[in-house]
């Protein structure tokens, strides 16, 4: 009886938490603009001259997908 009753407990406390978490991920996403300004700054940062123009599009490729966003064709 008990056991049924910790089950119960434990499950309704998880569903709270991925709800909150769920809720905390859409309040803090960052708009298109910000992710690519973002993702342009810190790419070029370091970035020595024998990076060619494909490993520029795939590392801001890369850096934009971590955000949730995938980069527009021109």
Request: with cysteine.
């Given at each position: 009886?008990?056991?049924?009753?910790?089950?119960?407990?434990?499950?309704?406390?998880?569903?709270?938490?991925?709800?909150?978490?769920?809720?905390?991920?859409?309040?803090?996403?960052?708009?298109?603009?910000?992710?690519?300004?973002?993702?342009?700054?810190?790419?070029m940062?370091?970035?020595?001259?024998?990076?060619?123009?494909?490993?520029?599009?795939t590392?801001?490729?890369?850096?934009?997908?971590?955000?949730?966003?995938?980069?527009?064709?021109?």
């Amino acid at each position: 009886m008990y056991k049924s009753q910790i089950i119960v407990a434990l499950s309704v406390g998880m569903l709270f938490a991925a709800t909150e978490l769920a809720s905390a991920q859409k309040a803090n996403k960052m708009t298109y603009e910000q992710a690519y300004e973002k993702c342009r700054t810190t790419d070029m940062v370091g970035q020595g001259s024998s990076a060619g123009p494909g490993q520029h599009y795939t590392r801001g490729a890369a850096c934009m997908k971590k955000y949730g966003y995938r980069l527009k064709k021109q």
